[in-house]
C-alpha cells in the first residue's frame, strides 16, 4: 500500500478535492479493472475520454482520482487530484509506486520504423549468452529473464511496464530491453522511466494514420531521444538521413553506426546467401545465421550497444555469430523439391523494398520471385498503392491478398493496392490468405523463391474484432506437403 500524497510528490498539481489522503494498493486506467483501494487515472484517449468513467471507477471501489477535469459531484470519501497531463501524471506515480524500478537495471529503448524487435530481441539473447539475465519489452513477446509473458503491445502502458521492470528487478536481471513505438512515446508511456541508453534504426513511411503527417511522426521519434539524460548514450543509425536529426539537442552521449561511411561503428558485408553472411564487423570476420543489408545495420547496432554497455569487443563478437534470427524476420522454409518461402514482417514500403533487394541480391536470375503480401485495414492508406508498386516491380508474379483487414473490406483495401501496380506487371488477386499462400506454392518450381510479407511473426489474422489463429509458416508448410513439382 502507498499514500496517495506519496505517489503524487513529484506530479504538477493544478488543485486537490475530496478527502486529503488515501491508501493506494493499485493503479489503473481502465475502469473495469479498478478494485477496492485503487487509483484511477482518468486519461482522454483517442476513443473516449476516461473522465466519463469516474463514478463507475468510484462505484468500483476507486479511493482516489488523478484527472485533468473535476467532475461535477465531488464523493467525499474519495481523494482527488487535478493536473495538467493525465497520462504523464500516471507514468510518473506508476514509476514511485512499484519503486522506480528503471533505475535498478539498465534499460535500453530502441526505437525506429523498422528494426525494433530483431534489435532489442538480439539484444536480449546477447546478454543472456554473455552471461546476464535481462528482460525483454517487444512486438513479438515480453520476457521477464526465461518467464514469458504474452506481448498485447509494442510498448505496454506506463502502470504495466514499471510492474514488469519490477518483477525483472526482482527475477535478478542487469538489463531490459524495449522496443519504443511512437504511440508509446506521444502517449507518455516511457515518461518517467530511466533509460541507460538509446537507439535509434530507422525512419520511413508507417503509421500516418495515426500521426497524420511524417514530420509528427519524425517529431514523435525525436521526443524519445530529447527526454534522454545526460549520462545515457545515445546510438543513431548514419545510413538513415534522420539519424542526425534524432539526436539534436539530445544531451546524451552520441554516437552513430554505418555500414555506407565513416561512423563510430562500421560493418561490411563480405558474402550473403539465404542462410547466412560474412561480415567484416570492427575489423573482425564472423558469420552469421541472419542475411540481409537490414540485418547487417541491426547486428552493427545490437554491437554498437554492447560496447556502450561496457561489453568486451572479443566476446560480443562471439555472442553475436552465435545469435539466430527472430520468428517472422526473413524466415526460411525449404520445401523438398527445391522451392524456398521466406516469411518477414515487411509491412512498411522500405522493410519490403529492403526484403526483395536482399532476395533479388542472392537468387539467380533464372529463378522466379513470387512475392503474397497485402495491407492491414483501418491503417495508413497511402502506403497500399506503394506497397503493391515495390513487390511488383521486384517480383516475376505478384499475388495481392489479405493481411489484417479489421473492419475495413478486403476487396476495396485490394483496390487501392492494385492502383499501384504498373502496367503490365504480372499480378494476381486472392483476397483469401491461405489461398494466395496455396496458389504461390503451386507457381513456385525448383530454385524459385517465394516471400510471403506483412505478418511475419502473427498468428492470427484480426477480421473485424476477432483474431482468428493463422500462420504464414504453417500454412506454407501445408501447402508445400500437398505440392509435388
Known amino acids: 500500500m502507498k499514500q496517495f500524497s506519496t505517489l503524487l510528490q513529484k506530479v504538477a498539481i493544478v488543485t486537490r478535492a475530496g478527502a486529503e489522503e488515501a491508501e493506494i494498493g493499485n493503479l489503473c486506467y481502465d475502469s473495469r479493472c479498478v478494485e477496492p483501494g485503487s487509483c484511477f ?25 488523478v484527472c485533468q477535469n473535476l467532475p461535477e459531484q465531488i464523493d467525499p470519501r474519495v481523494a482527488y487530484a487535478v493536473v495538467t497531463d493525465s497520462e504523464q501524471a500516471m507514468a510518473l506515480m506508476a514509476a514511485a509506486f512499484y519503486g522506480d524500478p528503471s533505475r535498478e537495471l539498465k534499460l535500453v529503448g530502441v526505437t525506429g520504423t523498422n528494426g525494433k524487435t530483431t ?46 521492470i519490477r518483477e525483472m528487478v526482482d527475477a535478478g536481471c542487469d538489463y531490459c530491453f524495449m522496443e519504443c513505438s511512437s504511440h508509446a512515446i506521444v502517449q507518455q508511456r516511457t515518461y518517467g522511466l530511466h533509460f541507460a541508453g538509446g537507439l535509434f534504426s530507422n525512419l520511413t513511411h508507417d503509421h500516418l494514420d495515426y500521426h497524420k503527417t511524417f514530420a509528427e511522426y519524425l517529431k514523435a521519434k525525436k521526443g524519445f531521444f530529447d527526454l ?29 553506426y554505418s ?25 573482425h570476420e564472423i558469420w552469421s545465421s541472419l542475411t540481409g543489408r537490414f540485418n547487417a545495420s541491426n547486428l552493427l547496432a545490437v554491437y554498437a550497444t554492447a560496447l556502450e554497455l561496457g561489453f568486451d569487443s572479443a566476446e560480443t563478437l562471439t555472442a553475436i555469430s552465435l545469435l539466430q534470427p527472430v520468428s517472422g524476420r526473413f524466415e526460411c522454409i525449404r520445401a523438398t523439391n527445391g522451392v524456398i518461402a521466406v516469411v518477414d ?52 508474379t505478384t499475388i495481392l ?7 475495413e473490406d478486403p476487396e476495396t483495401i485490394l483496390d487501392e493496392m492494385e492502383q499501384g501496380i504498373p502496367t503490365g506487371s504480372r499480378h494476381l488477386r ?24 506483412g505478418k511475419g511473426h502473427e498468428n492470427y489474422q484480426i477480421i473485424g474484432d476477432v483474431k482468428h489463429p493463422f500462420d504464414d509458416c504453417e500454412e506454407l508448410r501445408k501447402a508445400f506437403q500437398g505440392v509435388r513439382n
Request: aromatic share 4%; hydrophobic share 40%; proline share 2%.
Open 345 to 396: 514482417y515487411a509491412h512498411t514500403p522500405d522493410a519490403l523494398e529492403n526484403v526483395l533487394q536482399t532476395i533479388d541480391e542472392i537468387r539467380t536470375a533464372a529463378n522466379s520471385l513470387i512475392v503474397v503480401c497485402g495491407c492491414g485495414g483501418n491503417r495508413d492508406r497511402e502506403k497500399r498503392p506503394i506497397m503493391a508498386r515495390i513487390a511488383a516491380t521486384h517480383a516475376t
Open 228 to 256: 534522454l539524460p545526460k549520462e545515457a548514450f545515445a546510438i543513431t543509425n548514419a545510413d538513415d538521413r534522420n539519424g542526425a536529426v534524432m539526436v539534436q539537442n539530445c544531451r546524451a552521449h552520441i554516437k552513430n
Open 41 to 65: 487515472f482518468a486519461v482522454k484517449g483517442t476513443a473516449t475520454d476516461g473522465h466519463r468513467f469516474i463514478s463507475m471507477a468510484i462505484e468500483h471501489g476507486a479511493v482516489a482520482i
Open 259 to 283: 555500414l555506407r561511411s565513416i561512423a563510430d561503428y562500421r560493418c561490411k558485408i563480405i558474402e550473403m546467401h539465404l542462410d547466412g553472411m560474412l561480415l567484416q564487423l570492427d575489423g
Open 430 to 453: 486472392i483476397t483469401d490468405r491461405a489461398a494466395a499462400i496455396r496458389t504461390a506454392v503451386m507457381l513456385a518450381h525448383e530454385g524459385d523463391v517465394i516471400l510471403v510479407a
Open 119 to 164: 534489435t532489442a530481441t538480439l539484444l536480449y539473447e546477447l546478454v543472456r549468452k554473455l552471461g546476464y539475465r535481462a528482460g525483454l519489452i517487444s512486438t513479438v513477446v515480453y520476457k521477464i529473464d526465461e518467464r514469458e509473458v504474452a506481448s498485447t503491445h509494442t510498448t505496454p502502458d506506463t502502470i504495466r511496464l514499471n510492474r514488469m
Open 401 to 407: 491478398t489479405s493481411d489484417n483487414p479489421r473492419h
